[in-house]
């Protein structure tokens, strides 16, 4: 009940197009939902997050979609550049939670 | 504002060895956590303290410890280290508790570690 479980595992997108990561979970508790992005050599960073009194929430090219009935959240990446190229985790917590539960990432690579 | 420091980036050990791997955040963070990331894998969490003087297992902790005896510290010690802790270390840290809604954790660039 714990798990987020994240896919695709890897993902090869031309430069422009849409890339689309998709994450659910079970534990209705969860109320934080971070997407991290993390370049090779580096750890990983806060891209986007949302919370789940909201359906939506975009950030310039990047997008977080959020389905609460479905327990589902995608990411969401337009124009998608070469420069985007990471691996991507999604995660969840709740409120007065220790912990972060995090996917198990997706490496992406933007074809230029 | 340096955020999260980790020393060292990387070290070579040889099994049976032991050393402490320093992690260091300056932005007043009650929370920090020790994840290890293997190659094409996500996080794993070893250990996580909530504030000095309190810490508690995460998924992995066999083979390790830790202290935090400041805010700002908390370092992780692998006793004698085995090929199985070959692995990329990542500290982390951010404000949490009943006074906070939920916010992002803050990593350092890793410690990459090979046993030997």
């Known amino acids: 009940q714990q798990q987020v479980k994240q896919s695709p595992q890897s993902l090869i997108v031309q430069k422009g197009g849409i890339s689309i990561i998709n994450c659910a979970y079970e534990n209705t508790a969860f109320d934080y939902f971070p997407w991290y992005q993390q370049f090779p050599g580096k750890g990983p960073a806060l891209l986007i997050a949302?919370?789940?009194?909201?359906s939506e929430k975009k950030e310039g090219r990047f997008t977080i979609s959020f389905n609460k009935s479905a327990k589902q959240f995608s990411l969401h990446i337009m124009d998608s550049q070469p420069g985007d190229s990471a691996t991507y985790f999604c995660?969840?917590?709740?409120?007065?939670?220790?912990?972060?539960?995090f996917g198990a990432g997706t490496r992406l690579f933007v074809k230029a | 504002n340096a955020g999260v420091t980790q020393t060292p980036k990387f070290r070579i050990l040889k099994i049976g060895q032991s050393m402490t791997l320093q992690c260091a955040q300056d932005m007043n963070h009650n929370y920090m956590y020790w994840y290890r990331q293997d190659p094409g894998m996500g996080l794993k969490l070893i250990y996580y303290?909530?504030?000095?003087?309190?810490?508690d297992k995460g998924e992995v902790p066999n083979g390790y410890n830790v202290s935090r005896s400041t805010t700002e510290d908390f370092p992780l010690r692998l006793e004698l280290a085995a090929p199985s802790q070959t692995s990329v270390y990542f500290c982390?840290?951010?404000?949490?508790?009943?006074?906070?809604?939920?916010?992002?954790?803050?990593f350092g660039d890793g410690t990459r570690l090979s046993i030997l």
């Open positions: 982390a840290s951010s404000y949490g508790g009943q006074s906070y809604s939920n916010q992002p954790q803050h």
């Open positions: 949302i919370r789940p009194d909201v």
């Open positions: 303290s909530v504030g000095a003087g309190i810490t």
């Open positions: 995660a969840a917590s709740m409120t007065g939670g220790f912990k972060t539960i």
